[in-house]
T-cell receptor
Framework: KAGVTQTPRYLIKTRGQQVTLSCSPISGHRSVSWYQQTPGQGLQFLFEYFSETQRNKGNFPGRFSGRQFSNSRSEMNVSTLELGDSALYLC?????????????FGPGTRLTVT | DAKTTQPNSMESNEEEPVHLPCNHSTISGTDYIHWYRQLPSQGPEYVIHGLTSNVNNRMASLAIAEDRKSSTLILHRATLRDAAVYYCILSDSNYQLIWGAGTKLIIKP
């Protein structure tokens, strides 16, 4: 069974631009969660989607948004990029909501904002 | 919000058991206790999770205190590949998993 895939793996953007990251979950998994990881803040939860609905949202500004498609694939969008958005963005999939099921993580997308 | 407290780092010798503690005194009755680990330059990896009784799988064991205010992740025979940051995680009132700073486990050969 293929694992969680994330594209692109690396990305360099300029302040003010927007970016879209993509996540393909494991086949059969209906929940996708997104996390931001930085050396200073550690792993921080962004949001979780289940059956195309956002079920939970972390404490991030509205510039961070996401969506999930009917095939469970998910995208995350960050608008008006700031230098502080430079981070590793991780996607994880699970059979159901992450509080009840084990999550499988992708390799992440390394975003650098200059 | 349910929070966890873990030591910043721990050291253990290779091929010996490792006991990683976690305190979660504000845990609610329905909170699962999750453990993940993150190896260097990799995404986190699920280790184990449980609710009340002790749990075992091929990777580790989870011992949960009777009052559920603490738990211990047990690696029965540590190898160098077990060197990682281990996260003990609970959910908050919104059913979100709250990740702390974790414990950096150092394995000495």
């Amino acid at each position: 069974k293929a694992g969680v895939t994330q594209t692109p793996r690396y990305l360099i953007k300029t302040r003010g631009q927007q970016v879209t990251l993509s996540c393909s979950p494991i086949s059969g998994h209906r929940s996708v969660s997104w996390y931001q990881q930085t050396p200073g803040q550690g792993l921080q939860f962004l949001f979780e989607y289940f059956s195309e609905t956002q079920r939970n949202k972390g404490n991030f500004p509205g510039r961070f948004s996401g969506r999930q498609f009917s095939n469970s694939r998910s995208e995350m969008n960050v608008s008006t990029l700031e230098l502080g958005d430079s981070a590793l963005y991780l996607c994880a999939s699970s059979l159901g909501l992450a509080v009840n099921y084990e999550q499988y993580f992708g390799p992440g997308t390394r975003l650098t904002v200059t | 919000d349910a929070k966890t407290t873990q030591p910043n780092s721990m050291e253990s010798n290779e091929e010996e058991p490792v006991h990683l503690p976690c305190n979660h005194s504000t845990i609610s009755g329905t909170d699962y206790i999750h453990w993940y680990r993150q190896l260097p330059s990799q995404g986190p990896e699920y280790v184990i999770h449980g609710l009340t009784s002790n749990v075992n799988n091929r990777m580790a064991s989870l011992a949960i205190a009777e009052d559920r205010k603490s738990s211990t992740l047990i690696l029965h025979r540590a190898t160098l590949r077990d060197a990682a940051v281990y996260y003990c995680i609970l959910s908050d009132s919104n059913y979100q998993l709250i990740w702390g700073a974790g414990t950096k486990l150092i394995i000495k050969p």
